[in-house]
């Protein structure tokens, strides 16, 4: 967990190696996973039963986000995103049996052994392991959704705040943001 912004980051894998920075979010996720890259939420659907959660690809950008202010001092880092399930879906992740061979595809060494092992330490000591810390995290992420849920029960956009109106699109009707094309938030209904 790193300190950025006044807030945290919790990453699952960080894999610092000659060949760049593997910044790895795995989920453990069963059922029928839906969502594209570009989502806010993708949906995990259980039989009948539909529970959403954040996208993982947008979350594993925050956190190379956090990383690249932590390590400002290293302006060439390669970082190289993967999102990991233990189950088949249909979008950009691997399977977890395939961590390994995905991070070997990366043949090109772009770091010394000795700024390897600098950006390792650092990484150490910026992890947060306070259980105090880690709490404020868990609370933090739950103010913001609970922020975005009054947002779009008063019937604004989280992103912008401006109005959601109905929409009509190629797979029916949804909400989104009345400063289209500035704000592309929506929300299928």
């Not at 996973?33 to 979350?59: A, C, L, M």
């Not at 594993?60 to 001092?73: D, P």
């Not at 879906?89 to 961590?99: A, D, F, P, Q, R």
């Not at 390792?120 to 922020?147: M, W």
Request: charged residues 25%; proline residues 2%; glycine residues 6%.
């Amino acid at each position: 967990m790193l300190r950025t912004e006044g807030k945290t980051s919790q990453i699952d894998h960080v894999v610092v190696s000659n060949y760049g920075i593997f910044v790895i979010e795995t989920k453990n996720y069963k059922g029928w996973i839906v969502g594209d890259e570009h989502s806010e939420q993708w949906t995990q659907v259980i039989y009948k039963r539909k529970e959403k959660f954040y996208n993982p690809i947008r979350q594993n950008y925050g956190h190379i986000q956090a990383l690249k202010q932590n390590l400002q001092e290293y302006q060439e880092l390669n970082f190289i995103p993967i999102i990991v399930f233990s189950v088949k879906t249909n979008s950009k992740v691997i399977y977890s049996v395939n961590l390994l061979k995905t991070i070997r595809e990366y043949m090109t060494e772009r770091l010394t052994d000795q700024q390897k092992e600098a950006i390792y330490s650092k990484l150490i000591t910026l992890n947060v392991c306070e259980k105090e810390d880690r709490t404020q995290h868990v609370v933090g992420i739950n103010k913001k959704k609970a922020e975005v849920a009054q947002q779009l029960g008063s019937n604004r956009c989280p992103k912008c705040g401006g109005e959601l109106i109905i929409r009509k699109g190629k797979y029916g009707d949804f909400k989104g943001c009345s400063n289209y094309p500035k704000c592309r938030f929506i929300l299928n209904t």
